[in-house]
């Protein structure tokens, strides 16, 4: 932040964040920081630093069952061949998508991991 400061001092605060723009704006309104960066000391500029690399955070509630999304757990990946997705111990069983400990980030990896799974299952059949 404070490299950012020399050389973009016009930039907001909520600019220099790599974040959704309403989840910025509220950091940056909590933080009182919604002056340039040029503007704010270097003192200041590291307190907010360390207070958004240590920001708590208490979700207030869930959207239920149907929303929800499992990213860890499932048949480890040890126990499977990377080729053809196989159980090492349980030869004719495949084991592919959801129900496999792989984690995608969010943007479409899971249904990538799902399809590239089936597919390579599929073609040891
Ligand atoms: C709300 C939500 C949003 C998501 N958004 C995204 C996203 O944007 N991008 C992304 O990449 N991934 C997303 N995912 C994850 C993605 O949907 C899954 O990773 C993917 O669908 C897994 O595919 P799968 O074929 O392994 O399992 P599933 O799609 O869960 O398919 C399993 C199928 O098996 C059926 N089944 C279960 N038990 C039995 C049984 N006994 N007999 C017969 N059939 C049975 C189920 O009805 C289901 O149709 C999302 C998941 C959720 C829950």
């Given at each position: 932040m404070l490299a950012a400061k020399r050389t973009r001092p016009n930039?907001?605060?909520k600019a220099l964040l790599d974040l959704p723009e309403r989840l910025?704006?509220?950091l940056v309104e909590r933080l009182g920081a919604t002056t340039p960066i040029g503007q704010l000391a270097d003192k200041a500029l590291t307190t907010i630093e360390q207070r958004l690399a240590d920001w708590p955070?208490?979700?207030n509630?869930?959207?239920g069952f149907a929303k929800a999304e499992v990213t860890?757990?499932?048949v480890?990946?040890?126990a499977?061949?990377?080729r053809t997705m196989m159980a090492q111990r349980v030869?004719?069983?495949y084991v592919i998508g959801e129900a496999v400990d792989v984690t995608g980030w969010l943007g479409g990896y899971n249904f990538q991991w799902a399809w590239a799974s089936g597919w390579a299952a599929a073609q040891a059949l």
């Open positions: 930039t907001g605060l910025a704006q509220a955070f208490h979700p509630c869930t959207e860890v757990g499932g480890s990946t040890d499977l061949s990377s030869p004719g069983l």
